[in-house]
């Protein structure tokens, strides 16, 4: 494992709320294809609202509890193209990519809008892939 895997390991498990390692570096894989793919955060924001998840999208957003989804939930509101596409990127099968989506989504949102509002998601961008800059602006979220 390289220097950088190590980095997105540990700052994964930070924002997406711990757990297993591997889950949580699959979990990273897919999310950063889910960006890619989904046009961004607003993109996915969108995806997620428009696909029967805004009250679930809103809880992650505030700073309340989060709503859980299933990963059904999750399937049924990216449609199975996209969730696919994010899927074969990750190297895991679309049944996989769901659940770990609904587990480790939730915290990267809500990690990412620290105060409530959608509007501090903007200057996050996974569309790209992930790069240091983007381990900067994860990083960033915890050392404030």
Do not use: C, H, R
Request: glycine share 18%.
């Amino acid at each position: 494992m390289g220097l950088l895997d190590s980095v997105v390991g540990a700052v994964a498990g930070q924002v997406l709320g711990g757990g297993n390692g591997g889950q949580s570096q699959i979990a990273m894989k897919l999310i950063s294809a889910l960006m890619q793919q989904g046009g961004g955060v607003s993109g996915v924001f969108n995806k997620l609202a428009g696909g029967g998840l805004e009250s679930a999208l809103s809880s992650w957003i505030g700073k309340g509890d989060n709503q859980s989804v299933t990963g059904d939930a999750i399937a049924n509101a990216l449609g199975s193209q996209l969730l696919g596409g994010v899927a074969k990127s990750a190297n895991v099968d679309s049944g996989l990519a769901s659940n770990l989506l609904a587990q480790y989504l939730p915290n990267m949102i809500n990690n990412i809008t620290p105060n409530g509002t959608a509007q501090e998601a903007e200057g996050f961008d996974l569309s790209d892939g992930l790069d240091m800059k983007d381990l900067t602006a994860l990083a960033s979220k915890f050392l404030k």
